[in-house]
């Protein structure tokens, strides 16, 4: 079973995974797949006249880098582009390699680099119990938040042992 290491002060655990997750379909994919089937078994809740889903995206974070590189394959710049989605994240590596006046300004030729991108999201989760959690995936940890009941922390621990990708 894959430990959950508690972290002092406030009740949270962070699981870093051996190898981080590799790309963005597969980040995309193991996200979709707790917001969509709910493996947790978390419940909608009432909030301020307002129905909650059981596991909701709070946020989400995706960074592309990216590497400027002159004729002589040295390294004349770098550049970072921040999205909100994996939609923009996508779209926006494809612009960011086409613009030709960006392109000219760093006088060299543009490479995205995939394995230095890294991928966040924070969902907000509702345990049966009806206790409020925070689950927050990255590209190479998971970190469970504002926690109070241990079995919590199991029934993640239990998930990310069902999700190869996650070891």
Not at 33 to 43: A, D, F, I, K
Not at 69 to 91: A, C
Not at 138 to 162: C, G
Request: with cysteine; proline share 6%; charged share 25%.
């Amino acid at each position: 079973m894959r430990y959950f290491k508690p972290k002092p002060g406030t009740k949270s655990a962070v699981h870093l995974l051996k190898i981080p997750l590799p790309d963005i379909t597969a980040f995309d994919t193991i996200v979709r797949s707790l917001v969509m089937n709910n493996p947790l078994g978390c419940t909608s809740y009432m909030c301020a006249k307002r129905n909650h889903r059981p596991v909701e995206v709070v946020r989400e974070m995706y960074t592309a880098r990216f590497e400027y590189v002159n004729p002589d394959k040295k390294q004349i710049g770098i550049g970072l582009d921040r999205y909100d989605s994996v939609e923009g994240y996508l779209t926006g590596i494809a612009a960011v390699i086409s613009n030709m006046a960006n392109i000219a300004s760093h006088r060299g030729k543009v490479k995205h680099l995939p394995g230095a991108d890294l991928f966040s999201v924070l969902l907000k989760c509702h345990d049966p119990d009806g206790e409020l959690y925070f689950l927050s995936l990255a590209r190479d940890r998971i970190t469970l938040s504002s926690y109070t009941d241990d079995n919590i922390r199991k029934r993640v621990e239990r998930w990310t042992d069902s999700v190869p990708a996650l070891a």
